[in-house]
């Protein structure tokens, strides 16, 4: 399960000092060490973790912590609090165009998850979003397989899929796709487009591309939680050259270590807007931070 590692080095931070009644200075100094070392190990970024316990830290001696007969209370409610808040507070949900077809631009690289993530996001928006009809646009055209798998989430789904095979450009299937979508009345746009194995400027440039003549209101990167610092990194590429507007954290259905999502949001500051929890198309949740956060803290 995500996170297991994580939650019980916290939960054994927090809850060992507490047996005793009141703690001293130096038990807090020695809870901090442990929930450094354990976001440390669930592979949160070294910055991120730096700023985290700084600020629980001060909060925790700010506060009657040190005077509180449950002192283990007190700190859980700061750290729930605070990694609450290093998530991004709160739940920020898909943008809409006032005037349809709403165009979100999926990016990410090759094997995140941003295909089944094209599916699961047009499934959740039909039926939460009650738009009920979205285009899938196949703009990965250097993958023959990637095509045909859109072919088939939009089969199984009922949703309609613009492909014009391997041999167009991109962005001329994304400019083409839109048109499509004006004259048809679908309600929403989304794009699924090339990855790459590694963050390469072509890509970029060709990303960068699409967003001008599609200019969508998301662009949401799909990242997979089990690569860890490496997601972090890509995001940071991707939002450099692209602006995103959101994450998709994919595969949080594995045994990740959770740095990705504990990391991701300080260090871009764009929302995790869902997260992927399975393979299958309705595998895909809103993101609450306080949701993740009492998940991690059990
Ligand atoms: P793409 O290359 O980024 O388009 O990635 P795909 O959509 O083809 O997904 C790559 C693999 O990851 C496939 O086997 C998917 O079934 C799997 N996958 C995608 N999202 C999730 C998820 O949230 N959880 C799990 N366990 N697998 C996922």
Redesign the pocket.
């Known amino acids: 399960m995500a996170f297991e590692g994580l939650s019980d080095r916290l939960q054994g931070a927090i809850s060992q000092v507490s047996s005793g009644g009141t703690i001293t200075e130096a038990d807090l100094k020695q809870m901090m060490r442990e929930i450094r070392l354990a976001l440390l190990e669930a592979d949160v970024n070294f910055q991120v973790v730096k700023t985290f316990v700084k600020s629980v830290n001060e909060r925790a001696l700010g506060s009657d912590v040190l005077k509180s007969l449950s002192p283990a209370q007190q700190v859980l409610k700061i750290v729930d609090e605070e990694l609450t808040a290093l998530m991004g507070g709160e739940l920020v949900p898909l943008n809409f165009s006032a005037k349809p077809p709403t165009v979100i631009m999926m990016a ?1 690289l ?8 094209v599916g699961k996001l047009a499934k959740f928006i039909s039926e939460k979003e009650n738009k009920k009809r979205p285009l899938l646009v196949a703009a990965d055209v250097y993958r023959p397989a ?1 095509i045909e ?1 859109l072919q088939t989430i939009g089969q199984q789904l009922g949703f309609d899929v613009y492909s014009e095979g391997t041999d167009a450009d991109p962005v001329r299937i994304a400019e083409a796709a839109l048109n499509q979508a004006r004259l048809q009345g679908n309600d929403v746009v989304i794009i699924d487009t090339a ?1 790459r194995l590694h963050v390469n400027e072509e890509l970029m440039a060709e990303l960068r591309n699409i967003k001008a003549v599609a200019n969508p209101q998301e662009i949401l990167l ?1 990242v997979d939680a089990m690569t860890g610092q490496d997601a972090i990194n890509v995001a940071q590429s991707f939002n450099e050259s692209l602006d995103i507007t959101g994450v998709v954290i ?5 045994d990740t270590r959770g740095g990705a999502a504990l990391s991701i949001r300080s260090i871009t500051d764009k929302p995790i807007k869902f997260t ?4 299958k198309l309705d ?1 895909l949740e809103p993101f609450y931070p306080d949701r993740m956060s009492s998940r991690i803290l059990g």
Do not use: C, I, M, V
């Open positions: 990410g090759q094997g995140a998850g941003k295909t089944t993530t990637a798998q990855g799909t994919t595969k949080l259905d594995g992927g929890q399975g393979e595998a």
